[in-house]
């Protein structure tokens, strides 16, 4: 029998949270909206989530599957919630509802970061990001339809965190800062020897976690490990399903796949999780993020990384970032070769994860937000 916290308000305790995926979708938005909802219920709030995802998993709270404009626009202005979550700009969870506001309670927009302002250079991407233009001109007006913001740092980053940038070029009050979380179960401890299982012996594994998409950077990672040529060390990539891309990265490894070069997909959680722990040191490449849950869950792990300069990732504990391919090689040499930085940074990254990235403390704040919301 749940017992709920005495300090939670029984009269103000209904949440919805809505988000285009949820758990057991493995990208960003559906762990991060999974995740908040099983904190907050763990408070005692009553949870209800509305999602496009079919799924069989049985959660301790409501779920509510749509997929039409109408049903969902109906259920929001009916609900009696006291407040709204609402994750991620640029999808129908945050766009459709702007249609019918205001609410009956407080809506709080989840930022995952914007897009209109990526540009990944050269003609495709300049013709991307002109295109973008118009959604950037109307943006300012979309933002003043939300009562509140949550932004998962306080670093105005230019390309991903423009409506950070806004609220303070705006000097408005109306936002707070609640980072990501790692997954449970990432920590120290030791795990099966998924290498070993896998037939992979060097003494070094360089692992990437990310879905095989060029913009994840995993062509690069694999063309500039077969240009270091170093010794005795693997380069593992896990991703969610295998694709063209995939294919590509493959035939790229050539006669090192499988060998020095090791590509996955549709890996357990527990598997994952082994990987992390097993591994030298987490690498990516990635051209555009925020604030990414792999490089939480690598600290969490105690596993250093590299990881470009994007996003706010310079701003974590645990990893060094690199703006060019022979930072990026001179950085993994410095680290393979120097095990001494690499525990500092396990340990910097472990300490971080405890004090602040893990969903007991990020529940409170969010716990906190309600509060100070329906008061």
Known sequence: METQPFFINRKMNKIIIAAFGFYPEPHGIAQAAYRQALALHALGY?????????????????????DKKVAYQSLLQTADADVFFFHGWHNWVSEWVMEVFPLQGKTVLVSHGTNFDVNFGGFRGT???????????????????????????????????????????????????????????????????????????????????????????????????????????????????????????????????????????????????????????????????????????????????????????????GGICFKYEADFKQKVIELLGNSSLRKELESEGFKAVQHKYNWKKIGQQYHQLIQDLTK
Not at 49 to 66: A, D, H, W, Y
Not at 175 to 203: A, C, L, M, R
Request: with cysteine; charged share 20%; proline share 4%.
């Open 127 to 317: 013709l991307w990001w002109l295109r973008k233009r118009w959604g950037a001109t109307r943006f300012p007006q979309k933002m003043s339809r939300f009562d509140h913001f949550v932004f998962l740092s306080d670093k105005p980053e230019h390309q991903r965190m423009s409506d950070l940038m806004l609220v303070k070029k705006q000097k408005m009050s109306n936002y707070s800062i609640i980072p990501n979380g790692v997954k449970p179960g990432f920590s120290h401890s030791k795990t099966p020897d998924f290498f070993k299982e896998n037939s992979i012996q060097t003494s070094n594994i360089l692992l990437c976690v990310a879905n095989f998409h060029y913009a994840k950077g995993q062509r690069e990672l694999l063309q500039w490990f077969l240009e270091l040529d170093l010794v005795d060390t693997a380069l593992v990539l896990i991703g969610s399903t295998f694709n063209t891309f995939s294919a590509h990265l493959k035939k790229l490894a050539g006669n090192n796949l499988n060998k020095t070069v090791f590509i996955f997909e549709q890996l357990k959680e527990e598997e994952i999780a082994a990987a992390y722990t097993e591994a030298t040191l987490f690498v990516s490449a990635t051209y555009t993020e925020v604030q990414p849950l792999v490089l939480l869950d690598a600290m969490a792990a105690g596993l250093p990384f590299i990881c470009r300069d994007v996003g706010v990732v310079s701003d974590l504990e």
């Open 46 to 66: 009553q949870i209800t989530v509305i999602t496009r995802s079919q799924t069989t998993e049985t959660f301790p709270f409501k779920l509510i599957s749509i």
